[in-house]
């Protein structure tokens, strides 16, 4: 006998578990389905995110970062470190501490919201009389019906062809946080979030690094000014960026990995590590969902076909996060996941694109909101730029971080903020200000006229906003 629902959220990452809490508070009977495993066998809800992404890579560059600190910062503040050693096993067993919290918590919001979890691969059966039959492959099986379903089944890290990942030597970010020996030399193929975030990792801790980046421009994505002063600062710090590149042969054995490649001069190189993590973007996850056998549509790419609104081509089926089109961002499937359940509601749930922030969590931090320079240059917009760099920021000098600036894009007509840019100390958190005051349509001089709390890295935004109009206080 199937067990009925009124929403299925197949998934339980961000966008999915997000979903399932959300339809719940509005009143409707909810079931998630999960298949992440924890070590020991038992249910790890989170996606991605949660096990093997932001939150755990998050838990390794703070302990990788008071390495460095304590290394090479310490003296400056009249602290004296002697025999200094990193144990790197007992600092991923701290990650999956933290990971394992992270998914107790989201076990404890089903109960607390009366969301029914089940353990097990999830997959489509067929399609019912107002509704759907899910099949649930766990420890036992399960048979589902539900009038609506929410598909939030995320991405998988995308291998190079011919070179497949085996965690070992050839790492994905699942391989690359489990690393439990800092290796002494370590090569990344694409400069992308992960790849950025795990060097920056085993730098800290001694690694020798090298990033091979397909591209002619570092951070493609990013305003090219930010970029610029990124790579300025990475490198300064050690790491090794080649651009242009293109990847040959990769050979593995067990001493390690050796990759074959051209450099943007056309001259042939060869790059020996120890470990190799592979960073060039990730592939929606419909494995094992069985969507042909209700005709769910997919694209090209493998991800599901959805509209605006994250309905699909089927009555009463939804998709939002990774596993559809758009950023491929926790937050972003978040959004998604709660207006979803909204619309399924009948209510009026909201994603802005145009507002979503992105955020690379190395030192110095990047993350920016809105249109970069180059792309508002591309699309004929006349506007007006503001800079101010945390050289000049009181607070930022007190913390002995410096580096970086914060730069605002406003309308050369209207004032209006188009993007904001930072690289620098805390910058995650100062964008947030900034997606704020773009979903609200403020000006550039809506910032510049609020009062900012001295000291502070916030003060930045604001001179950054008073230097779109040429009247900067401090710089």
Not at 169 to 184: C, I
Not at 443 to 457: F, K, V
């Amino acid at each position: 006998m199937s067990k009925k629902f009124d929403v299925i959220v197949i998934g339980g990452g961000p966008g999915g578990y997000i979903a399932a809490i959300r339809a719940a508070q509005l009143g409707k009977n909810v079931a998630c389905i999960d298949e992440w495993k924890n070590s020991k066998g038992g249910p790890a809800p989170g996606g991605t995110c949660t096990n093997v992404g932001c939150i755990p890579s998050k838990a390794l560059l703070q302990s990788s970062e008071h390495f460095e600190q304590a290394s090479h910062h310490f003296a400056d503040h009249g602290i004296e470190v002697k025999g200094l050693t990193i144990d790197a096993a007992k600092m991923v067993a701290r990650k999956d501490a933290v990971v394992k919290q992270n998914n107790d918590g989201i076990l404890y919001l089903f109960k607390k919201n009366k969301v029914s979890f089940f353990h097990g691969r999830a997959s489509f059966v067929k399609a019912l009389d107002g509704g759907y039959e899910i099949k649930v492959a766990g420890a036992a099986e399960e048979t589902l019906t539900g009038q609506k379903i929410i598909v939030a089944t995320g991405s998988n890290a995308r291998a190079l062809p011919g070179t497949p990942f085996d965690e070992v030597q050839v790492l994905s970010n699942e391989g690359a946080l489990a690393v439990t020996q800092v290796p002494k030399k370590l090569g990344l193929i694409g400069s992308g979030v992960i790849g950025l975030e795990m060097g920056s990792v085993w730098r800290r801790l001694g690694s020798e690094v090298t990033i091979l980046e397909g591209l002619p421009d570092f951070l493609g994505a990013v305003d090219q000014q930010i970029a610029k002063e990124a790579q300025k600062a990475f490198v300064k710090q050690g790491l090794k960026i080649e651009l242009g590149v293109k990847v040959g042969d990769i050979k593995v054995n067990e001493h390690g990995v050796s990759v074959n490649w051209i450099n943007a001069k056309g001259e042939a190189n060869t790059l020996d590590v120890d470990k190799l993590i592979v960073s060039i973007g990730r592939v929606p996850n419909t494995i094992g969902l069985n969507a042909d056998a209700v005709g769910l549509k997919l694209d090209e790419r493998g991800a599901i076909v959805v509209d605006g609104d994250c309905r699909t081509n089927l009555p009463g089926v939804w998709a939002v996060g990774d596993v559809v089109r758009g950023p491929m961002l926790a937050h972003k499937a978040e959004e998604e996941g709660v207006a979803v359940a909204e619309r399924i509601a009948g209510q009026h749930g909201h994603v802005n694109f145009n507002t979503i922030p992105w955020v690379i969590y190395t030192s110095p931090e990047i993350a920016w909101v809105g249109r970069t320079e180059q792309q508002l240059k591309a699309d004929g917009v006349a506007f007006r730029a503001g800079t101010f760099p945390f050289l000049a920021n009181g607070r930022a000098r007190a913390l002995g971080d410096t580096t970086g600036m914060v730069k605002m894009l406003a309308d050369a007509t209207t004032d209006e903020i188009l993007g904001v840019h930072i690289v620098g100390p805390m910058a995650s958190e100062l964008i947030a200000e900034c997606v704020m005051a773009m979903e609200f349509r403020a000006s550039s001089e809506d910032i510049a006229r609020i009062c900012h709390a001295h000291p502070s890295l916030s003060e930045s935004t604001k001179e950054a906003a008073l230097a779109v109009d040429k009247r900067t206080l401090n710089f």
